[in-house]
């Protein structure tokens, strides 16, 4: 025990940031494999969705699960339960939203965004970049990574609702890639160029 007066000498202190007590090791081994175990079983009974990156509501869920996994692990203030309980309420939550989703137009509007159009036909769509904050450099690093030698060897660049860019190359089936006929942005059936697409209310 320290005497009073007396104070920890700094190799003490430096050696408690990196070493406390063999239980504390034991306690995070053991909670960490059971909640890393009830967490797949969660993820393995709610299906392939609960994982996936289709909208920015799908990496909320899967950063929040990260986090409750390390905080049951190495927060001794939060029990086993209690980290499993958040794993549940999280899978349950997603897994709600995504059905609700499929079902309904507003809920899928209300979790998820819609993909924009931000070049087409060897244009680029200026007004829909600068609204969705997306560069020329960024867009031109997506083409490289599709093998595109310029936008005049694509139909479409489409900012998806995970935040990818996708290249939609041209077809020869007609005068437009039908991947795309959906898009804020695409052109009206007159042939007009397409416009910046308008914010979502």
Not at 1 to 18: C, F, I, S, V, Y
Not at 64 to 91: C, D, H, P, Q, W
Not at 158 to 177: F, H, M, R, Y
């Amino acid at each position: 025990m320290q005497r009073p007066g007396r104070t920890t000498p700094p190799t003490r202190k430096a050696l408690r940031m990196l070493f406390t007590a063999w239980q504390d090791l034991a306690r995070t081994a053991i909670v960490g494999t059971l909640a890393y175990l009830a967490l797949v079983f969660l993820l393995r009974i709610s299906g392939k969705r609960t994982l996936s990156k289709m909208n920015a509501f799908d990496l909320v869920v899967t950063v929040a699960l990260g986090s409750t996994l390390a905080a049951t692990m190495l927060n001794k203030s939060i029990t086993l339960a209690e980290g499993a309980t958040g794993f549940f309420v999280l899978v349950a939550v997603q897994y709600i939203l995504t059905w609700l989703s499929v079902r309904s137009r507003f809920v899928r509007r209300l979790v998820k965004s819609e993909p924009t159009l931000l070049a087409f036909r060897g244009q680029m769509l200026e007004r829909a970049m600068k609204e969705q904050r997306v560069t020329q450099d960024e867009l031109a690093s997506a083409l490289r990574h599709s093998g595109a030698a310029g936008l005049e060897d694509i139909e479409a660049v489409v900012l998806e609702t995970n935040a990818d860019l996708t290249i939609v190359k041209k077809s020869g089936q007609g005068p437009a890639a039908q991947s795309v006929l959906n898009v804020r942005g695409y052109p009206d059936p007159t042939g007009a160029h397409p416009q910046s697409p308008r914010h979502d209310p």
